[in-house]
């Protein structure tokens, strides 16, 4: 599969885990690639925790289930029967999590490229998800990344030290297929705009 085939079949899996464990040679090699990511200085500033013991997974289950409710708490009657359908996660099916961390201190207090602009750091760490997400998609796995969580919670279910932050709980597993559209245009709550409509030239447009 081309990278560009990976980009265009690239979904956030829900519920279309088959509920087989992803096996120990493909998780490593999804690994690998998230950790062949590149980083600002060269600080490679993430961690993965797996978790694959059933009863962590069920535990932070019902936690993400009680942040869905709260959510869906917070809705209009219209939008709120529009979220009732939608599955937010597939933490048990899935039968692996992994949390990817963030730590700012690591490569000392001088990383090359961050000093004027923070966050590179935390970019950084978003690319090894990325390359994570598109290495499964081309090996037919699934993953979906889980926003459902007080971060405090899952830093501590993760075990993380001070200073290490939790940037995303992602659900990996085999599939027994893949959406062709994503679930949120499927279920009403919200479209892709077009690319022309993100493309500027030269300025910032606010026509287009």
Known sequence: MSVFEAIGRRRDVRAEFSGALIDDATLERLLAAAHSAPSVGNS????????????????????????????ADTLPDERARTFDPIKIDGIVESGTGIVVTYNHGRGGPHILGRHTIGETGLYSVILAISNLWLAATALGVGVGWVSFYEEDYLAELAGLPEGIRPVAYLCVGPVKQLQTTPDLERFGWRTGRPLSSAVHRERFSSTA
């Open 44 to 71: 490679q500033p993430w961690d993965f925790i797996v978790v694959q013991d059933p009863n962590r997974l069920r535990e932070f289950a019902i936690h993400v289930s009680g942040q869905r409710q709260k959510f």
